[in-house]
């Protein structure tokens, strides 16, 4: 098995590990070159079938695992939650539950009985971390605040230091809790002081579904496009309003993210790199003119 995955408060036994087999050791394991998917939000007034179409083309390319960013089901009805939990099982389909790596958002836990129900579906506790050959992944829990808690700090602080010898290190939640630091530029604050000092090169956000990327002292800042959930603002593609999804290639310790749009049928798609993107949407090199 290819991954080395951790957790904290682990969840009882659920549904999608059935399919699992992980591999609880604390050696990294994998292989150095491999292709992942971040996807953002599914949910959040849902367009329609908008969220099968994207998750039909990252799935094409064969990731090795998929990211979420939280917004899974529509959710706040905890008699609802479980046949929604369904659905997400069906669109999946066939796709490894233990490639699926899931971020609570908002949309997921509402309550302590939908909070039950995120751990038994996601096959993890709403915080956890897990490895893949060089890279290590984050996840943390803002779905119930705007703010990351002293908690989730602690967490975060622990789980860094565990394992500072990673060499790529990724932070995920739901809400950038991070945003107006970084609009302002400001890099004292405890999120950004623990990325500095264990070398975490990428924070990656859902809930705005708006692609914007920020750069402070070297740490990018992601905030993902919807996958299904609805588009906000004026909604031009410009400004980061588009469906789409999120390719990362990691090849010998570097990561390389594409963001692909996935227009509706018959529509130009167009794919572009991080640096493409910055806090007010895409370079204005890039944008098509008047």
Same mark, same amino acid.
């Given at each position: 098995?290819?991954?080395?995955? #951790? ?89 490894? #539950? ?116 920020? #750069? ?41 993210? #594409? ?32």
């Amino acid at each position: 098995m290819s991954f080395c995955r #951790r957790t904290w408060l682990l969840a009882p036994a659920v549904f999608w590990l059935a399919f699992a087999g992980f591999v609880f050791s604390g050696q990294p394991a994998g292989p150095g070159d491999f292709h992942f998917v971040i996807l953002g939000d599914r949910t959040g007034e849902t367009q329609g079938d908008t969220f099968q179409r994207v998750w039909s083309e990252a799935g094409a390319g064969n990731p090795v695992f998929v990211v979420t960013v939280g917004d899974t089901i529509q959710g706040f009805q905890d008699a609802s939650a479980e046949s929604e939990w369904h659905e997400v099982e069906r669109i999946f389909g066939s796709y490894r #539950r233990d490639r699926l790596f899931l971020t609570p958002g908002n949309h997921d836990i509402w309550s302590p009985a939908s909070e039950k129900l995120f751990s038994k579906y996601a096959g993890h506790p709403p915080h956890y971390s897990f490895d893949y050959g060089p890279a290590h992944f984050t996840i943390l829990d803002n779905s119930r605040s705007d703010e990351l808690s002293a908690e989730e700090i602690r967490f975060l602080e622990a789980d860094l230091k565990a394992h500072a010898s990673q060499s790529l290190k990724f932070i995920v939640s739901h809400r950038p809790s991070w945003l107006f630091n970084a609009v302002a530029a400001h890099t004292d604050f405890p999120l950004h002081r623990l990325a500095r000092q264990y070398g975490v090169q990428y924070v990656i956000a859902g809930h705005l579904h708006e692609m914007l990327h920020f #750069r402070l002292e070297g740490v990018d800042y992601i905030s993902v496009p919807s996958a299904g959930g609805h588009l906000r603002g004026n909604q031009k593609y410009e400004d980061g309003w588009f469906f789409g999804y999120i390719g990362v290639d990691v090849k010998q310790n570097k990561a390389n993210f #594409r963001v692909h749009e996935v227009p509706l049928p018959g529509q130009p798609r167009r794919v572009t790199g991080l640096n493409d993107w910055g806090p007010a949407g895409l370079a204005a090199s890039l944008q098509a003119p008047g």
